[in-house]
């Protein structure tokens, strides 16, 4: 999805991976899936900028 001149969101695949779990301090397996990547447009960032 596209915003002209604001930014750009992508979907992007996430790896597996092990995390925490913080109530028992045990070790866990996340699976695989897709996260959302946010690239800043030229505009947004002149804005930002100044």
């Known amino acids: 999805m596209r915003l002209n001149g604001f930014c750009t969101f992508e979907k992007t695949s996430a790896a597996a991976r092990t995390g925490r779990n913080l109530m028992t301090g045990g070790f866990m397996r996340i699976s695989s899936g897709s996260k959302p990547k946010f690239t800043p447009g030229t ?8």
């Open 43 to 50: 505009t947004f960032k002149h804005l930002v900028k100044d």
